[in-house]
C-alpha cells in the first residue's frame, strides 16, 4: 500500500527490483537458466534472444530527477517503458508509490496512467488537427474533465511552460521546441505524482536543447515532481540528474551523483564515459582535501566540504594560506592554490581521506548488475 505521501513504504517514489526483459521465441527458458549469464552476442546467436534490461534494480526518492543514460542499444528506453508496462516485463517488481504496477490489472493499468504517471517521449506526439490548448488539455479529456475546466487547467500550464498567448494556435504553427513545451505541458496537466522522459530533447537543435533542459530545471524547481529522464548524452545528464544510472548491455553499471560517478567510477566503462568531464566542475573540495604538512600554516579560509573545486578559486585568489576544510563544523583537511589548479587540469591529487567509494548500485539504489 502507498504511504499519503505517495510513497512506497520504504519512502520510494518508484522502485524496481530483479526486472528483465527478453525479447525472443524462448525467453521464459533463458530467466533462471545458464544462457541468462551469456553476453548480448553469445545470447542471440544461441537462443535467438535479447536481454534488453538484465536484472535491473533501483530506487527513486520522491522529487528527485533521476537520469538513466547509456548508448544506444544500452537497454535504457525499454526499462522506461517497462515501468508502465508500455512494454511488458519479462520478470521482476515494480512500484510506483507503494502500488504493484505488475500486479495491476487492465483497467487499473490504464488509471495509473492517466491520473498518476505522465511520460514526454522524443517525437512530440501532437494532434496535428487540434489546437495547442487541446492538445494539453487531451489527459483530461480522457479523464472525463468537463471542457471549461481542462481549458483552464491547460492555460494554467501553458503559462508554466511559457507558451502564453499561443492556447489558439495549431502545433504546426511552432517550432520544435515549442512543440516540446506542448507536449510536457500535457504530462503536467493531469499533475502526475511522476514524470517520464524518453529522450525528449534528442531531435532539438542544440541551442533549443539547452532551452529545453534550463526549463525542465526550473519546472522541476516549481512544481517538485518525481522525474525519471533517459538520455544517451552525459552532458545532459550531468547538468538534470540529481543522481544517475550508467546502462551498459542491458544492465546498470553504477548509480551515483555526478560527483561520485566523476570522482570514483565503478569500473572503467564508467571511467571512459566521464574522462572529460572538467573535474574541477563537478567534484568538491572533499575529493581533494589533503591532511596538513608539516608546518603548515591554518589561519587561512575556510569553506565546506561541498565546495565545488571551481568555486573555491576565488578564496584561493585572495589568499596564499591554504584552505580549511570543515564538515558538519569539524575540520577534516586543507588545500592549497596547487591542490585546486591541479584539479582544475584534470589530475586531482590523492586525498587524505578519500571519500567512500559507492558500490556499482549506488547509495540506496538497490541497483542489480
Same mark, same amino acid.
Given at each position: ?14 522502485e ?5 526483459k ?9 530467466l ?6 551469456l ?10 534472444? &535479447?536481454?534488453? !534490461?538484465?536484472?535491473?534494480g533501483?530506487?527513486? /526518492?520522491?522529487? +528527485?530527477?533521476?537520469?538513466?543514460? @547509456? #548508448?544506444? =542499444? ?21 512500484s ?10 487492465p ?17 512530440f506526439?501532437?494532434?496535428p ?12 479529456? &480522457?479523464?472525463? !474533465?468537463?471542457r471549461?475546466?481542462?481549458?483552464? /487547467?491547460?492555460? +494554467?500550464?501553458?503559462?508554466?511552460? @511559457? #507558451?502564453? =498567448?499561443?492556447a ?10 515549442m ?33 529545453m533542459?534550463?526549463e ?26 540529481e ?81 580549511r ?7 577534516t583537511g ?23 567509494r559507492?558500490?556499482p ?9
Amino acid at each position: 500500500m502507498a504511504s499519503p505521501d505517495g510513497t512506497s513504504p520504504d519512502g520510494a517514489a518508484i522502485e524496481v527490483r530483479g526486472l528483465w526483459k527478453i525479447f525472443g521465441p524462448r525467453a521464459d527458458r533463458v530467466l533462471g537458466g545458464p544462457d541468462a549469464a551469456l553476453g548480448p552476442d553469445a545470447l542471440r546467436e544461441k537462443t535467438g534472444c &535479447v536481454a534488453a !534490461v538484465r536484472d535491473v534494480g533501483f530506487a527513486v /526518492r520522491p522529487g +528527485e530527477v533521476f537520469v538513466v543514460m @547509456g #548508448l544506444s =542499444g544500452s537497454g535504457k528506453s525499454t526499462l522506461v517503458r517497462c515501468l508502465t508496462r508500455l512494454i511488458e516485463p519479462t520478470a521482476g517488481e515494480i512500484s510506483i508509490s507503494g502500488e504493484d504496477v505488475r500486479a495491476a490489472s487492465p483497467s487499473r493499468l490504464r488509471e495509473l496512467r492517466r491520473h498518476r504517471v505522465s511520460m514526454v517521449f522524443q517525437h512530440f506526439g501532437l494532434l496535428p488537427h487540434r489546437k495547442v490548448v487541446d492538445n494539453v488539455a487531451y489527459g483530461l479529456e &480522457v479523464q472525463g !474533465v468537463p471542457r471549461a475546466g481542462r481549458h483552464e /487547467r491547460a492555460r +494554467e500550464i501553458l503559462s508554466l511552460v @511559457g #507558451l502564453d =498567448g499561443f492556447a489558439e494556435a495549431r502545433p504546426d504553427e511552432l517550432s520544435g521546441g515549442m512543440q516540446q513545451r506542448v507536449g510536457l505541458a500535457r504530462a503536467l496537466a493531469v499533475d502526475p505524482e511522476v514524470l517520464l522522459f524518453d529522450e525528449p530533447f534528442s531531435a532539438l537543435d542544440p541551442l533549443i536543447r539547452r532551452d529545453m533542459q534550463a526549463e525542465v530545471v526550473r519546472l522541476h524547481r516549481e512544481v517538485g515532481k518525481t522525474m525519471v529522464f533517459i538520455t544517451h548524452d552525459l552532458s545532459e545528464a550531468l547538468k538534470l540528474g540529481e543522481r544517475i544510472a550508467i546502462m551498459r548491455a542491458g544492465s546498470i553499471v553504477q548509480v551515483g551523483t555526478a560527483e561520485e560517478l566523476v570522482g570514483a567510477p565503478a569500473d572503467d566503462y564508467v571511467a571512459d564515459f566521464v574522462r572529460d568531464v572538467p573535474r574541477g566542475e563537478v567534484l568538491s573540495l572533499r575529493w581533494i582535501r589533503r591532511a596538513p604538512a608539516p608546518g603548515e600554516r591554518l589561519d587561512g579560509p575556510v569553506l565546506p566540504a561541498g565546495t565545488i573545486i571551481r568555486d573555491a578559486v576565488p578564496a584561493a585568489l585572495e589568499s596564499a594560506r591554504p584552505i580549511r576544510v570543515v564538515e558538519d563544523g569539524e575540520p577534516t583537511g586543507v588545500v592549497d592554490r596547487l591542490d585546486i589548479l591541479a584539479a582544475m587540469a584534470g589530475r586531482p591529487p590523492v586525498p587524505a581521506v578519500p571519500p567512500q567509494r559507492p558500490s556499482p548500485g549506488g547509495p540506496a539504489s538497490g541497483a542489480g548488475s
